[in-house]
C-alpha cells in the first residue's frame, strides 16, 4: 500500500488563480515527519517544508500555506495567487520515526497558465 | 559552497554497459541515498548508506550496485542486468531522518 497518496496527477490554473495539492499519508508511528517539495523543470528537488507529527499547527510562508490534519491523515498544500514560476511537479514526502527512509507520493504535475 | 553535486548530468550508454554516476556531499552528513525517477512514477528507492562501508537495498535494488567507502561519496553502478535503465537518477544526503537535500540528478539514457 502506498504510503503517501497524491490523488492529483496534474492540475492547471490560471495566474492569480488560488490552488491546493492535496497529499495523504499512512502510518503506525507516532513519531513521524512531513515534507513537500519543488521539482521544477531543472529536476534538482527543492525543499519547502518539513512537519512533525506534534506540530499541527498551519504555516504560512508569503504565498504558501500547509494544512496538517492528523484527523484525516493529510498534509495539504496551498498556492495562493499563483504564479507562472509555481509551475513544476510537487512531491509530498513521509518520515516515519523509526527508520531513515523516505516515502513520496508520486507527485502533483501544476501549470500555471498566463 | 556546501551542497551535493552529481555528475555527469546527462549519460548515454550502449545496452549491455555498466555504468557508474557519481554523487559527492560535503555537508558531512551520514546518510545517502540514491533514487530512480520516472515519469509519473514519483521517486522510487534504489539503495541508501546509513554510514560508511554499510548500505541497505531499497525498493528496486536489482540491476544496481553502490559502495561508500568515504563518506563524501555514494557513486551508483547501473549493471547490464538493469532491464530498463533508462531514467533520471537523483541522489541525496541526510544528517538524519529530519530531511533530505538532493544533488541535480543525471539523466541516462540507453541507446
Known amino acids: 500500500a502506498q504510503k503517501v497518496t497524491q490523488a492529483q496527477t496534474e492540475i492547471s490554473v490560471v495566474e492569480k488563480e488560488d490552488v491546493t495539492l492535496d497529499c495523504v499519508y499512512e502510518t503506525r508511528d507516532t513519531t513521524y515527519y512531513l515534507f513537500w517539495y519543488k521539482q521544477p523543470p531543472s529536476g534538482e528537488l527543492v525543499f519547502l517544508i518539513r512537519r512533525n507529527s506534534f506540530d499541527e499547527q498551519n504555516e504560512i510562508s508569503g504565498r504558501y500555506s500547509w494544512n496538517f490534519q492528523k484527523s484525516t491523515s493529510s498534509f495539504n498544500f496551498t498556492i495562493t495567487a499563483s504564479q507562472v514560476v509555481d509551475s513544476a511537479v510537487y512531491f509530498c514526502a513521509l518520515s516515519e520515526g523509526s527508520g531513515n527512509q523516505f516515502y513520496f507520493g508520486t507527485g502533483t504535475s501544476l501549470t500555471v497558465i498566463p | 559552497d556546501g551542497g551535493i553535486t552529481q555528475s555527469p548530468k546527462y549519460l548515454f550508454r550502449k545496452e549491455g554497459q555498466n555504468v557508474t554516476l557519481s554523487c559527492e556531499q560535503n555537508?558531512?552528513?551520514?546518510?545517502m541515498y540514491w533514487y530512480r525517477q520516472d515519469p509519473g512514477q514519483g521517486l522510487r528507492l534504489i539503495y541508501y548508506s546509513q554510514i560508511v562501508n554499510d548500505f541497505q537495498k531499497g525498493d528496486i535494488a536489482e540491476g544496481y550496485s553502490v559502495s561508500r567507502e568515504k563518506k563524501e561519496s555514494f557513486p551508483l553502478t547501473v549493471t547490464s542486468a538493469q532491464k530498463n535503465p533508462t531514467a533520471f537518477y537523483l541522489c541525496?544526503?541526510?544528517?538524519?531522518?529530519?530531511?533530505?537535500?538532493f544533488g541535480p540528478g543525471t539523466r541516462l539514457t540507453v541507446l
Open positions: 555537508l558531512n552528513h551520514d546518510a
Open positions: 541525496a544526503s541526510s544528517p538524519s531522518y529530519n530531511e533530505q537535500f
